[in-house]
């Protein structure tokens, strides 16, 4: 035995000496003590939506870092008992465990077993890479004992803990338990701590995401180890050997941007922008958004329906289905867009900027520029209105010929979209019926430049000309603007700046910024609450009825249908009292989606389904009436003040001081009674009623 000793210690000492030389070698690119205690690992900064709750994580590695005082015992222990059991009586490294380790490598002429310490570990994960060479086991042993210097035994294991790969971009134990099991490590019971201690082993292999059974085998044999090194109790671990931990967590929602990955993009932009990517993938940070996680799911759910729906029903071509992501070519088939903001304060509550972010990044609610067609109108009817003009004035809806200012000797010679003309009418019923004739016959009376004016003052920020066509949304904005143009409206003339992040926060907690809503007025409230007046018109009885008729959304609101030339691009734009929604449905390719793909047709059910179910609970509220705003009856027909012979009236806004003073001129005596044709006419009723019965 003595000689079994001394034979030991000879060898111990020749490792020793030998070594020297080699370790004053391999120090000099090492980092020092004080690099060394100044360490800190990338910390991933979390996003919150508006309730505070987590729903993305920007991150190099991902992690969150946990304090070991905080865990219970057995969460930390079980990695000493597994990767380390003389953790707290060795310098840094197991010379035994060396020994064993380096005589069966240099037997196999390669690395095959490892003898590293938790400390080791630590080091390799903090400054070195993970090949498999003897330079790097013995740069990793330096480190070590450098490390053991630096710090205690629990501040070692608290920084293994949160250090340690536990598969992917995952790290340490905390990242691991919200990421499997959607919960915190100090929640977690014994056979889950068992299966996250057996990921480090081997990540790949041993993830419960790529290969659950060899996880949950491995999980058994760490829960074993716990039992026998006392870690937990027998009792306990008959408890949980036969338990099967449920993961829970969606790996296409982590990898491709959370539930909002258009969102997530504007944040990512807005924050690398104003402190850099270090910050936002490393620093650990919190940013706090304006997402409302409800609307943002359900958004997705009817952007995504409804288009497979179209897809089903009508010509669009090429398929979503039969896109294929690894052929590198951005995708073809029909898209869509939706931007929900507030009112009140212009934040963002839902965005979707495609049909899937993973086949495109492309944002087409913030970046692309598509004619807005008669969503467009809204603006020249506020201008008129703005100008002294009140619902119940008359256009006519008439062909006309005008000369096209972007042109030579040209005629610009518009047409209704269903080629129907209605003559006199009044701007409500224009506004309400879309009419493309009327409205540039009212922006000839006002002028084009008063209803370019009045885009810009409302949030279209591109420059508009103040051309006639444009009245017809013939200019290319982008649908984030339009949503903000009609809020302006819809809260009564505050224009506001759209709105993603509330606050943003250090590592520390230190707020580095907050943001408050911004808000100017740019329309005085009469012409707003006028204009929100004929907008409900067009979702009441115009081209929008189909969200009362059809989707069944009954609560009071206003917004406006969009189609372009060739059916090219599709939108609507409508608001309660309380929040805007804007659609656009269209290909990225400036091309026809189907023949009759109207604003009412494609985008309008997207919108009235959202509503429909937003409002669902909620008591019906109509938009307040301000100061300055009057009521009077009036003939439906001449928009004047009713004779006794007007057969439809009905309560028209208008401003204080601007309303009617003339009666009626259409209806001025009885009408004429034909009761033979009337007696003819009922026959016929009554014949085709029996027909159909």
Wanted: charged fraction near 25%; proline fraction near 6%.
């Amino acid at each position: 035995m003595l000689w079994g000793i001394k034979w030991a210690f000879i060898t111990y000492l020749v490792i020793i000496l030998l070594s020297v030389p080699v370790i004053i070698y391999l120090s000099r690119d090492l980092p020092s003590l004080d690099e060394i205690e100044r360490y800190r690992a990338p910390v991933s900064t979390k996003v919150y939506d508006r309730n505070g709750k987590l729903i993305y994580e920007f991150h190099e590695e991902r992690r969150t870092p946990v304090r070991l005082k905080d865990l219970p015992p057995y969460v930390y222990n079980t990695f000493v008992a597994l990767e380390d059991r003389k953790f707290y009586s060795h310098w840094g490294i197991d010379p035994d465990r060396i020994l064993k380790a380096m005589v069966k490598n240099l037997l196999a002429g390669r690395i095959r077993e490892g003898a590293s310490t938790i400390t080791q570990q630590l080091a390799r994960n903090m400054f070195l890479t993970h090949e498999r060479t003897f330079k790097r086991k013995i740069k990793e042993a330096i480190l070590a004992v450098k490390i053991e210097r630096a710090f205690s035994k629990e501040e070692i294991l608290e920084r293994y803990i949160n250090q340690v790969n536990m598969g992917g971009n995952i790290y340490g134990i905390e990242s691991a338990a919200q990421y499997y099991f959607g919960k915190s490590a100090r929640e977690l019971n014994p056979k889950e701590v068992a299966m996250l201690a057996g990921i480090p082993k081997y990540p790949s292999r041993y993830s419960p995401l790529k290969n659950y059974n060899a996880s949950l085998e491995r999980a058994n044999f760490v829960l074993k180890v716990m039992r026998d090194q006392g870690v937990i109790s027998r009792e306990e671990y008959e408890k949980w050997k036969d338990y099967r931990p449920e993961i829970v967590i969606t790996r296409a929602a982590l990898r491709y941007g959370g539930v909002a990955p258009y969102f997530m993009d504007e944040v990512r932009k807005y924050i690398i922008e104003r402190y850099g990517e270090d910050f936002l993938y490393k620093g650990g940070g919190k940013i706090y958004t304006t997402l409302d996680i409800r609307m943002q799911k359900l958004a997705n759910t009817l952007v995504d329906s409804f288009l497979n729906l179209y897809d089903r029903r009508y010509p669009t071509k090429p398929k979503y289905k039969d896109y294929d992501p690894r052929s590198g070519k951005p995708p073809q088939y029909l898209q869509a867009a939706m931007v929900v903001m507030d009112n009140r304060t212009g934040e963002i509550l839902a965005m979707v900027g495609g049909r899937n972010y993973f086949h495109s990044q492309f944002n087409r609610a913030t970046q692309a520029y598509r004619q807005a067609g008669s969503a467009f109108k809204p603006f020249t009817y506020a201008a008129a209105i703005e100008r002294g003009y009140s619902p119940a004035d008359i256009v006519y809806d008439l062909p006309i010929s005008v000369e096209d200012p972007t042109s030579k000797n040209k005629k610009w010679t518009p047409s209704n979209y269903d080629n129907e003309y209605l003559g006199a009418i009044t701007l409500r019923k224009a506004l309400a019926l879309s009419k493309n004739l009327a409205t540039i016959r009212l922006l000839m009376d006002i002028g084009p430049q008063a209803a370019s004016e009045m885009a810009m003052r409302l949030g279209i920020e591109e420059e508009v000309p103040p051309y006639y066509s444009v009245a017809l949304g013939a200019i290319e904005v982008r649908l984030i603007e339009m949503v903000n143009a009609y809020s302006t409206i819809a809260s009564y003339g505050y224009r506001k700046r759209p709105l993603f992040i509330t606050r943003v926060e250090d590592a520390n907690g230190i707020i580095l910024e907050e943001n408050a809503p911004r808000r100017i007025l740019v329309l005085d409230s009469v012409t707003a609450y006028i204009t929100i007046s004929m907008m409900k018109s067009v979702v009441d009885g115009g081209t929008a009825i189909d969200a009362r008729r059809v989707y069944k959304f009954f609560h009071p609101a206003a917004g406006k249908t969009g189609t372009t030339d060739e059916y090219r691009d599709a939108w609507f734009i409508g608001f309660t009292p309380d929040i805007v929604a804007g659609v656009w449905v269209g290909y990225d390719s400036v091309r026809t989606i189907f023949h009759g793909a109207t604003g009412a047709k494609v985008a309008l059910p997207i919108w009235a389904s959202f509503m429909k179910e937003i409002y669902r609970d909620s008591i019906p509220k109509d938009f307040p009436v301000p100061r300055g705003v009057v009521f009077v009856e009036v003939c439906k027909e001449s928009g004047k003040l009713p004779t006794p012979y007007c057969p439809k009236t009905y309560q028209e806004v208008f401003r204080a001081g601007r309303e009617p003073t003339e009666h009626c001129n259409i209806h001025t005596s009885p009408p004429v009674s034909d009761t033979a044709s009337e007696s003819i006419e009922g026959d016929i009723l009554e014949d085709i009623l029996r027909k159909v019965h």
